[in-house]
């Protein structure tokens, strides 16, 4: 890693966005995300930190391993926030969000939303007019033959879509840390090993997949520009 993850909180409450220099291995971020919002105070910077991971598969607090069907030899970690279980890897852009909801005044139900908005907003605009939610089913997807996504039972993806972003967060004392992830250009065979976000059958796509191709670090800055705006809209 290029760049030491740091624990300390920053001192002033402005936005603040930096690059962990990848791809870093997943346990030493989501420890030193939790320990910046453990030591945080009042007037601690929003952060979101955007990187790559080497090969991981995470399962949520709740996560049940039945969903992890043949993993491999890719390293598996139990994490503590919200959801089933994903894979991050290389080509994978991850936009963990470090945020003050208690300060902002935001519940979670509408940070979650925000959060779907900021990738929502890039997406639409790079072209992608068919990126959506689907209800009860936190991500953004992308219909996969050209017509709208088909009735789905609820919390349930419809059948004819693929998740191109998925969203895990965890809060504490009002804080919130994990965040989002966004398909850049990978390598989609893992996702096959298991059920993906809990979702048998679910289908992963990624960017470069459905013809949009961005430069990595480019693409990263723009996604955090937009989860900003989402957030302090």
């Known amino acids: 890693m290029a760049e030491a993850v740091h624990a300390a909180p920053a001192a002033t409450p402005a936005d603040c966005t930096r690059w962990l220099a990848g791809p870093v291995v997943y346990l030493p971020v989501w420890e030193a995300m939790r320990s910046y919002t453990e030591a945080r105070g009042a007037d601690s910077a929003d952060e979101i930190w955007l990187t790559e991971h ?21 390293p598996i970690v139990q994490c503590d926030r919200g959801g089933q279980v994903t894979y991050h890897g290389p080509g994978q852009i991850m936009a963990y969000v470090l945020f003050d909801l208690r300060r902002a005044g935001i519940h979670v139900r509408d940070y979650v939303y925000r959060l779907e908005q900021g990738v929502l907003d890039v997406l639409h605009g790079w072209g992608l007019a068919g990126a959506c939610r689907q209800a009860g089913a936190p991500g953004i997807y992308v219909p996969l033959d050209g017509l709208p996504p088909a009735p789905a039972m609820p919390g349930q993806p419809a059948p004819n879509v693929g998740k191109v972003a998925a969203l895990g967060v965890k809060i504490r004392n009002g804080r919130a840390y994990h965040g989002v992830s966004l398909n850049l250009a990978m390598n989609l065979e893992p996702f096959d090993r298991i059920n993906p976000c809990g979702y048998a059958g679910l289908r992963t796509v990624d960017l ?6 961005r430069d990595f670090q480019g693409a990263g800055d723009e996604l955090a520009a937009s989860l900003w705006r989402a957030l302090r809209a």
Do not use: S
């Not at 080497?54 to 890719?74: F, M, N, R, S």
């Not at 470069?208 to 191709?213: C, D, H, K």
């Open 54 to 74: 080497a090969p991981v598969y995470t399962l949520g607090q709740a996560g049940k391993p039945e969903h992890l069907l043949c993993p491999g030899d890719i």
């Open 208 to 213: 470069a997949g459905l013809g949009i191709r």
